[in-house]
């Protein structure tokens, strides 16, 4: 029988999970057993964002990156990179530059510096993080005001040259929705004309028990993989509870916080129940499914995190609650959904 996530799949997908700060830079020993027993494949949940690891113009800080690739070097994983070129967590000193060729040099410097660095020993690269509005089109962040969408390519050319043998990858959420996978399309064909390297899509996927549907997923694995690229979903879990989105839109637009300590927003304060366990395993269960059709297609499965106790699910939209997205618990003990998804294979 399957002994775990990365034996199950090992022919079939990477079995990937981010890494916050604090377990990179500590060896707690139930985090350290459950990293080495189930995945081969790590990204920094924050310690390579702008913010992070450029927060200067003229200042690097690669102490957590540094020993964070040594980590996943000393368990022999698939590392992966996330992110050179992202609108938010951006050091606020990139937040201010307004003249194109100004800011066509610090993306180079920037990536040029931290892809040289570890050439060949991050296997994957997140160059550009989010580009797109839900409708398709090209986010307003300050790179698109300032470049206009040149600042993609610009990106892609450059990890390329700085490291020839990493993949490349564009990363983005919702990339279920038609709309956005058209535009994610069109971004990709673009690339690819200007011949400028691009391996992989990356879908987030912070999804939740009622959506998205399977079609939309499957469509969006079939519409990349048509193109060439491999798909990769880069940040899977799924939340079990209410979205405030849902419960009043407009009010929620005004703030999350107004939520917060609200207990309809907090249904299982301790543990889930039986019947929401099974849920979660039903989802997973067809989730993991999907996956294996398409296994050919797929180069990676990454979970946003190792357990409950430290998803950023538990702080976000809305902070204090108590979530339950992934396949282990607050005690480090594979759940329901964990033992369903190895039942697969
Ligand atoms: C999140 C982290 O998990 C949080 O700790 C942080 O406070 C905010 O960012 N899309 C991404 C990830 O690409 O980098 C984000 O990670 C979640 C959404």
Redesign the pocket.
């Known amino acids: 029988p399957p002994i775990s996530l990365k034996e199950s799949f090992k022919n079939d997908f990477y079995i990937g999970t981010?890494l916050?700060r604090s377990q990179i830079n500590q060896s707690n020993s139930k985090t350290t057993a459950l990293l080495e027993k189930e995945f081969n494949a790590i990204t920094p949940?924050?310690d390579m964002?702008w913010e992070q690891i450029h927060p200067q113009k003229d200042t690097f800080f690669f102490d957590v990156a540094d020993k964070y690739v040594a980590l996943g070097e000393k368990h022999n994983m698939h590392i992966i990179g996330?992110?050179l070129v992202?609108h938010s967590?951006l050091a606020p000193w990139m937040q201010e530059v307004k003249d194109s060729l100004t800011m066509a040099q610090y993306i180079e410097t920037h990536i040029n510096t931290i892809v040289k660095r570890y050439k060949g020993k991050i296997h994957t690269w997140d160059v550009v993080?989010?580009a797109l509005n839900e409708d398709g089109s090209f986010r307003t962040s300050n790179f698109y005001e300032v470049m206009g969408e040149d600042f993609i390519a610009l990106a892609f050319k450059l990890a390329a040259k700085a490291d020839p043998d990493a993949k490349l990858v564009y990363?983005d959420?919702n990339l279920w929705k038609p709309e956005k996978r058209a535009g994610v399309v069109k971004l990709v064909k673009n690339l690819q004309a200007q011949g400028i390297k691009i391996d992989g899509v990356g879908m987030?996927a912070?999804w939740s028990l009622e959506g998205p549907t399977l079609e939309d997923i499957e469509n969006s694995i079939l519409a990349y993989a048509a193109l060439g690229v491999k798909v990769s979903f880069t940040?899977l879990d799924v939340t079990v509870l209410p979205n405030p989105w849902d419960l009043d839109g407009a009010a929620v637009e005004q703030s999350y916080a107004q939520f917060e300590g609200d207990p309809k927003m907090n249904p299982y304060p301790v543990a889930l129940t039986d019947a929401a366990q099974m849920q979660l395993a039903k989802r997973y269960e067809d989730i993991f499914k999907l996956f294996l059709k398409h296994k050919d297609k797929i180069e990676r499965v990454t979970f946003?995190g190792v357990n409950d106790g430290q998803t950023?699910l538990n702080n976000?939209p809305i902070n204090g609650r108590t979530n339950h997205p992934l396949l282990f618990d607050r005690n480090f003990e594979p759940k329901k959904a964990y033992h369903t998804v190895l039942a697969l294979k």
């Open positions: 981010a916050s949940e924050n964002k996330h992110t992202w967590q993080n989010e990363n959420y987030q912070h940040e946003w950023w976000w």
